[in-house]
């Protein structure tokens, strides 16, 4: 037989024979702690068609769940939604920026939604914004030097001023760094908006916040679509604010 093939049994009792005839113990895959997530990485490859399936039809249910977790979320933010917006168009008009910050997944969201804004698609007014996750040099200079709970708040200090706008993400909306830059952009007269998840956490009670936008989901990745979702809707409402604005020509003064 050759060393590594199949003699016959089932793939989870497989035998090897070593170079001297000896048989090796059976091959045993341990189930790992991702198992649950990723149940098709670790299958067995004479299973290939079939878990191909259940991958596709997996990936459809949480594509439709997703969706209608973002319709739902819209729908019930759609009046907040209008309404900041046209805050946030005010405060573009007169000169505003827009910061935004978040950790890990809603680190890349926050840099998505200041890219949307700055280098919109189309015809689509380009507006002033910021990602304070964008330049690792200042987040991993402040986050050795003062403390990584300090590394969106001290940037307010820097860059921010009244009039200006503050958006957060997290998903668990308990992240610390996230409720501390509310807090110093609530003092500087800022504009304070927090996307969360799960019921809000911290955000939910926070006073320095003005607005907060909650995903009622208890799955991350779906939180983090429907967020997504969410600072599409608020650009595209601020993006037709400004469509008939006398002001607009101060935007971006401060680039």
């Known amino acids: 037989m050759t060393p590594g093939k199949h003699n016959g049994g089932s793939a989870g009792d497989e035998k090897v024979e070593t170079n001297g005839g000896v048989p090796a113990p059976p091959v045993v895959r341990v189930p790992s702690g991702s198992d649950f997530l990723y149940p098709f990485i670790e299958?067995?490859?004479?299973?290939?068609?079939?878990?191909?399936?259940?991958?596709?039809?997996?990936?459809?249910?949480?594509?439709?769940d997703s969706g209608r977790l973002q319709a739902a979320t819209i729908e019930a933010h759609r009046e907040s939604v209008g309404t900041l917006a046209r805050a946030m168009a005010d405060l573009f008009a007169a000169g505003g920026q827009l910061f935004a910050f978040g950790n890990g997944g809603s680190a890349t969201d926050a840099a998505s939604m200041a890219a949307l804004f700055t280098h919109p698609p189309g015809s689509a007014r380009p507006l002033p914004a910021r990602s304070f996750v964008a330049d690792e040099a200042v987040v991993t200079a402040l986050g050795n030097d003062v403390g990584f709970e300090l590394v969106f708040s001290r940037q307010i200090i820097a860059h921010a001023r009244a009039g200006d706008i503050a958006v957060g993400l997290s998903t668990s909306g308990n992240s610390n760094n996230v409720i501390r830059a509310f807090g110093e952009a609530h003092r500087r007269g800022l504009l304070t908006v927090g996307l969360a998840g799960y019921e809000g956490g911290q955000m939910a009670t926070c006073d320095e916040l003005d607005?907060?936008?909650?995903?009622?989901?208890?799955?991350?990745?779906?939180?983090?679509?429907?967020?997504?979702?969410?600072?599409?809707?608020?650009?595209?409402?601020?993006?037709a604010a400004l469509a008939g604005s006398v002001d607009a020509e101060r935007i971006g003064a401060r680039q």
């Open 43 to 64: 299958a067995d490859e004479t299973d290939a068609g079939p878990l191909l399936i259940d991958l596709a039809e997996s990936a459809r249910g949480k594509a439709t």
């Open 211 to 239: 607005n907060c936008l909650v995903v009622r989901s208890d799955s991350v990745h779906r939180i983090q679509e429907s967020q997504a979702a969410l600072a599409f809707a608020l650009w595209s409402e601020v993006q």
